[in-house]
């Protein structure tokens, strides 16, 4: 699939989902925003947005390099694909997000 055509993206999903599809998976989130957006917009199927290794690790070293609060930027990261129609995040940051969440 082109990354860059997100009308074949969302033809995929339609035939994913007339193939018995119960949950739409966007992976990776954070280039894909605009998918979830638009899916959510699209169909009626609970959306998963799976935010991967490497969106973990780039924000982990920008931190670790003090360029950004880590805990500010993973509630941002996952603010926003939240934001952009993900009913389901899977994140390394999940442990995390729920203590920053609860406090």
Request: proline share 4%.
């Amino acid at each position: 699939m082109d990354p860059a055509n997100s009308d074949q993206a969302m033809a995929e999903i339609a035939l994913d989902i007339a193939e018995g599809a119960d949950i739409i998976m966007v992976k990776p989130a954070l280039p894909y925003l605009d998918i979830i957006c638009r899916a959510n917009e699209r169909f009626d199927t609970p959306i998963a947005a799976y935010n991967v290794s490497g969106e973990y690790m780039m924000l982990n070293c920008a931190a670790d390099a003090g360029l950004l609060d880590r805990e500010a930027a993973i509630l941002e990261v996952l603010t926003s694909i939240k934001r952009a129609g993900a009913d389901i995040i899977i994140t390394y940051f999940a442990k995390e997000a729920a203590k920053l969440i609860t406090c």
